[in-house]
């Protein structure tokens, strides 16, 4: 089945900084890959996702890469806000399955 | 909107009670899913319906029981309730029930169980 490997586990920069986050999949059936940022207490939003068919998606400050040769996707925050500070999980879908593998979460801290 | 609406927000068990953990989308969605978010282990799927009327076992069922009453709700139930079943759970919905659809997720129960 579907693994999904997630990195760093926390992450502090300086506000205004970027903020990279790296996913790594097993399944190379694995054909959408959303990413959630869950602030405390409420559960996990959509931020942004990208499916196998492109290699870039931007919405404002957020993009996703991913390489599906190397089965790597990655999360990238530029000019980061203190409002960004959140845990911010990865996931893939698995084909086998039907359902969506998440990564452990990167714990971001923005100081202002 | 409320989206996917969770009931209880908090509770607290002891060992061997039962307890059900109700879901309800108001977005028409036909899937719906129940994960539980333990520190450091991410999310984990337990159980999911890909449509009214359906129902299957996720990652880890073991322990607990799902039903789907109408399109709307989808319950969780723990029918011995066990430490190990501490835990944040979390229920989402997503249109239909393939994986490369947007999963929208409700602001979870916190179940303790001592």
């Known amino acids: 089945g579907e693994n999904v490997e997630q990195h760093p586990s926390t992450l502090s920069v300086q506000e205004g900084d970027s903020a990279v986050i790296k996913c790594t999949y097993s399944?190379?059936?694995?054909?959408?890959f959303p990413w959630y940022k869950q602030e405390l207490g409420k559960g996990p939003q959509l931020i942004i996702d990208?499916?196998?068919?492109?290699g870039e998606k931007k919405d404002q400050r957020i993009a996703v890469t991913l390489n599906k040769t190397a089965k790597h996707f990655s999360l990238h925050i530029t000019e980061t806000q203190p409002e960004d500070s959140a845990v911010y999980f990865c996931?893939?879908?698995?084909?086998?399955?039907?359902?969506?593998?998440f990564g452990k979460g990167t714990k971001l801290s923005v100081k202002p | 909107n409320a989206g996917v609406t969770q009931t209880p927000k908090f509770q607290v068990l002891k060992t061997g009670q039962s307890m059900t953990l109700q879901c309800a989308q108001d977005?028409?969605?036909?899937?719906m899913y129940w994960y539980r978010q333990d520190p450091g282990m991410g999310l984990r799927l337990i159980y999911y319906?890909?449509?009214?009327?359906?129902?299957d076992k996720g990652e880890v069922p073991n322990g607990y029981n799902v039903s789907r009453l109408n399109k709307r709700e989808f319950s969780l139930r723990l029918e011995s309730a066990a430490p190990s079943q501490t835990s944040v759970y979390f229920c989402?919905?997503?249109?239909?029930?393939?994986?490369?659809?947007?999963?929208?997720f409700g602001d979870g129960t916190r179940l303790s169980i001592l």
């Open positions: 399944d190379s059936a694995s054909n959408y």
């Open positions: 990208i499916r196998s068919n492109v």
């Open positions: 996931a893939a879908s698995s084909g086998s399955q039907g359902n969506l593998i």
């Open positions: 319906s890909a449509s009214e009327g359906t129902t």
């Open positions: 977005m028409n969605h036909n899937s």
């Open positions: 989402a919905s997503s249109p239909e029930g393939y994986s490369n659809q947007p999963q929208h």
